[in-house]
């Protein structure tokens, strides 16, 4: 199995900086008091979507500033766990959630989001895909998912196991995995890999790929997005007052309008 994150081009590398964004809305975060500074860290696949609530917030709100830092949920999670400053976590899976409530580090947890999987090609589909049993074919000769512990690339394990795939294409070699979705996204845009999977909001946000299939959503696990407000954040209200807006209607309207599904977010039980 190939890992591309050791031996991309210097410009997907590039463009791969992008998915650690500093948000900050319609002012600088000079002058700010760090009690007036809410961190919040998100999956790589919410990054458009998490940059315009926070601007939204900020233009009603303009006395907080808002950092948003995205990337793979379970390296987020194990920033938490090193002591990272952080109020708010938005991760790709149930599994993260659990983990920091066990460790005590949570305050409130929410069902917030869910997702789902497609098949994309480079635009202009080189290789001819239509099925995933088309990966199979000589003409294809990478197909790229994300890493195995990355929460996209757990679903997209999943999803080639239920379809009787997975084992054939790592045999032959021909796959490969990326840091999080949005690298995973970058190799077929640039053609480096014939397919990929990802998310559908991800495929959304790209003109340079095309969708060729859906994944049925029975061959995997749910895809949920809990919203996590940590220990740390309950004790600012600033970063509490944010958190209820992002749960709230007119968070959840611009997660809708970037291809999320709601979950009206009901809250996440404590395991026993």
Same mark, same amino acid.
């Given at each position: 199995? &190939?890992?591309l994150?050791? &031996?991309?081009p210097?410009g997907?590398?590039?463009a791969?900086?992008c998915?650690?964004?500093l948000?900050? $809305?319609?002012?600088?975060?000079?002058?700010?008091?760090?009690?007036r500074?809410?961190?919040v #860290?998100?999956?790589a696949s919410?990054a458009?979507?998490?940059?315009?609530?926070?601007?939204?917030?900020?233009?009603?709100?303009?006395?907080?500033?808002?950092?948003i830092?995205? $990337?793979?949920?379970?390296?987020?999670?194990?920033?938490?766990l090193a002591?990272a400053p952080a109020?708010i976590? @938005?991760?790709a +899976?149930? &599994?993260?959630?659990?983990?920091l409530?066990a460790?005590?580090?949570?305050s409130?947890?929410?069902?917030l989001l869910?997702?789902? @999987?497609? #098949?994309?090609?480079?635009?202009?589909?080189?290789?001819?895909?239509? #099925?995933?049993?088309?990966? #199979?074919?000589?003409?294809?000769?990478?197909?790229?998912?994300a $890493?195995?512990?990355?929460?996209a690339g757990?679903?997209?394990?999943?999803?080639?196991?239920?379809?009787?795939?997975?084992?054939? @294409?790592e045999?032959?070699?021909?796959?490969?995995r990326? *840091?999080d979705?949005r690298?995973?996204?970058?190799f077929?845009e %640039?053609?480096?890999?014939?397919?990929?999977? %990802?998310?559908?909001?991800d495929?959304?946000? *790209?003109?340079?790929?095309e969708?060729?299939?859906?994944?049925?959503?029975?061959?995997?696990?749910t %895809?949920?997005y809990?919203a996590?407000?940590l220990?740390a $954040?309950?004790?600012?209200?600033?970063?509490r007052?944010?958190?209820d807006?992002?749960?709230?209607?007119?968070?959840i309207?611009?997660f809708?309008? +970037?291809?999320?599904a709601?979950l009206?977010?009901?809250?996440i039980p +404590?395991?026993p």
């Open positions: 199995m &190939q890992v994150t050791s &031996q991309r210097a997907i590398a590039l791969c900086g998915c650690l964004l948000v900050s $809305g319609c002012q600088s975060n000079l002058g700010q008091t760090p009690d500074q809410v961190r #860290l998100a999956a919410t458009s979507a998490m940059e315009e609530i926070a601007e939204q917030f900020q233009q009603r709100h303009p006395g907080i500033s808002i950092i830092s995205t $990337g793979p949920s379970n390296g987020l999670t194990q920033q938490i002591g109020d976590f @938005l991760p +899976h149930r &599994q993260w959630a659990e983990l409530d460790e005590g580090l949570s409130r947890t929410v069902a869910s997702n789902h @999987l497609v #098949l994309i090609v480079p635009r202009g589909n080189p290789a001819q895909v239509q #099925l995933p049993g088309d990966l #199979l074919t000589d003409a294809v000769t990478r197909l790229v998912i $890493g195995e512990h990355v929460p757990i679903y997209a394990e999943q999803t080639l196991n239920a379809l009787q795939l997975f084992a054939p @294409l045999s032959e070699g021909k796959l490969a990326g *840091s979705v690298t995973t996204l970058i077929v %640039v053609a480096e890999a014939e397919a990929g999977i %990802v998310y559908a909001t495929a959304q946000r *790209s003109d340079l790929v969708v060729v299939a859906t994944f049925d959503p029975l061959t995997y696990e %895809v949920l809990p996590i407000l220990q $954040g309950d004790a600012s209200p600033q970063a007052q944010f958190f807006y992002l749960i709230s209607s007119a968070g309207d611009i809708t309008q +970037h291809g999320f709601s009206d977010s009901r809250q +404590h395991p």
